[in-house]
């Protein structure tokens, strides 16, 4: 298969402002991501799992083209990442649904920008609503759809106007387990009929390698690819019951073994930022006492 995506010697920092106690304040850079390489396949399935704070969604970013890379470069079939476009369609955690439209007013808004017709679009966002399974709910608000029912809408808009590659970003984390367990199972359908791309980020280790053809471990910041795991199921939508068949256990326990020392890093780094604020908040105080 073609390469479709191939991330090349990515390096991704940010200036933080720190506060240095007695009103100073110091500009540092902090170092998100740490030369990455990754090639996804046109069609492939690419789960990306890693610690909190890791850069996951500083990845997925540079993936939309809404932030550049400090170093290194993203091509999309072969051509640089330039910003953000409609070959590349996202669904966050968050729905972010617009409020004031219908289901199908939403799925349909893609194909606005993209200028199809009215009668053509009406009809292109129906196909999309019956794909994920929301015939009938066509007319409602968000306000009246459940939690997955909106992830459902968020899905059939990027997928409306026909994206090259869909891209992830813990899309189900927000969802109760029941619900999130059938919207796995229906991306895995949604995904063989319309043979996306789709690179899939989520903190889960069992969602990753349901999901996944192969899944790239990060490690705890700055990010880098740990490893990049095949998960070789013929077909993840059979009916029978995958995440208790041997090889899933087996391919769970050896991400989670790659996985555990960066969980147990990244909380450090966390409780060692926290300590920081504490420390500069301290010293501030300390001017106010004194000053
Ligand atoms: N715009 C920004 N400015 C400064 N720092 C940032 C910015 N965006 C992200 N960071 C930092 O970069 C690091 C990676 O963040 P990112 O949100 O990509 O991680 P993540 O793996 O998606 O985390 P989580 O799983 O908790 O959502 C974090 O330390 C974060 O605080």
Request: aromatic share 6%; hydrophobic share 40%.
């Amino acid at each position: 298969m073609a390469v479709k995506i191939s991330i090349e010697h990515v390096q991704k920092s940010f200036r933080i402002k720190r506060n240095m106690g007695a009103l100073k304040e110091e500009a540092q850079p902090l170092s998100a991501l740490h030369d990455i390489n990754l090639e996804v396949r046109q069609g492939e399935f690419m789960v990306i799992v890693g610690p909190s704070g890791c850069g996951k969604s500083t990845l997925l970013d540079l993936l939309a083209g809404l932030t550049t890379p400090s170093s290194g470069r993203i091509l999309l079939d072969g051509k640089p990442i330039a910003g953000p476009n409609l070959d590349r369609g996202i669904v966050f955690q968050q729905y972010a649904l617009f409020p004031w439209k219908t289901a199908l007013g939403n799925v349909e808004f893609g194909l606005e920008a993209k200028g199809v017709g009215r009668e053509e679009r009406r009809k292109r966002a129906k196909e999309y609503i019956d794909l994920v399974g929301l015939s009938g709910f066509e007319n409602r608000y968000p306000h009246e759809l459940s939690g997955g029912m909106k992830q459902r809408v968020a899905i059939a808009r990027s997928l409306a106007y026909d994206p090259e590659v869909l891209l992830m970003d813990e899309p189900f984390a927000a969802l109760d387990a029941q619900t999130r367990e059938t919207l796995q199972s229906e991306l895995l359908r949604i995904w063989e009929t319309t043979k996306k791309t789709i690179i899939f980020i989520t903190h889960g280790i069992e969602e990753a390698v349901y999901l996944g053809q192969r899944v790239a471990v990060m490690s705890s910041r700055p990010g880098r690819i740990k490893q990049v795991i095949d998960i070789p199921f013929e077909s993840r939508s059979s009916e029978e019951d995958l995440r208790s068949n041997p090889e899933f256990v087996r391919l769970r326990h050896e991400i989670w073994e790659l996985l555990k020392d960066e969980v147990v890093r990244a909380q450090e780094q966390e409780k060692s930022k926290t300590l920081d604020s504490f420390k500069s908040a301290d010293a501030r105080k300390g001017v106010a006492k004194h000053g």
